[in-house]
């Protein structure tokens, strides 16, 4: 009922930027909470940012200062802008869609992306 289409990864440099997005698409109605976690190989997900639909954020410390999120509530699309980029940040990024209200007024769980390969190396 609810996509979640990610763009916007690759291989970048140490130090370089990216800019991942993600659109949710469905019969949406609205949604309260997208955000970015991500998983390298060997470890758990962690969440990277997220964004309430009234703009509040929420950070990993590992990012603060270096990541900013962003949505456009009337595309329901989320944006990570990432800047000063290490190698640590290689991993799988993952869009999250969470408190999920369709036109129909059903609420859903939480929605995964596909996930989208950022790469940090020289």
């Known amino acids: 009922q609810v996509q979640l289409v990610e763009s916007g990864g690759g291989l970048v440099q140490p130090g370089g930027s990216l800019r991942l997005s993600c659109a949710a698409s469905?019969?949406?109605?609205?949604?309260?909470?997208l955000g970015w976690y991500r998983q390298a190989p060997g470890k758990q997900r962690e969440l990277v940012a997220a964004?309430?639909?009234?703009?509040?954020?929420n950070y990993a410390d590992s990012v603060k200062g270096r990541f900013t999120i962003s949505r456009d509530n009337a595309k329901n699309t989320v944006y990570l802008e990432m800047n000063s980029l290490k190698p640590e940040d290689t991993a799988v990024y993952y869009c999250?869609?969470?408190?999920?209200?369709?036109?129909?007024?059903?609420?859903?769980?939480?929605?995964w992306g596909q996930g989208t390969q950022v790469t940090v190396s020289s």
């Open positions: 999250n869609a969470d408190g999920v209200i369709l036109t129909s007024r059903a609420m859903l769980g939480a929605h």
């Open positions: 964004i309430t639909s009234g703009g509040n954020t």
């Open positions: 469905g019969s949406i109605f609205s949604i309260y909470s």
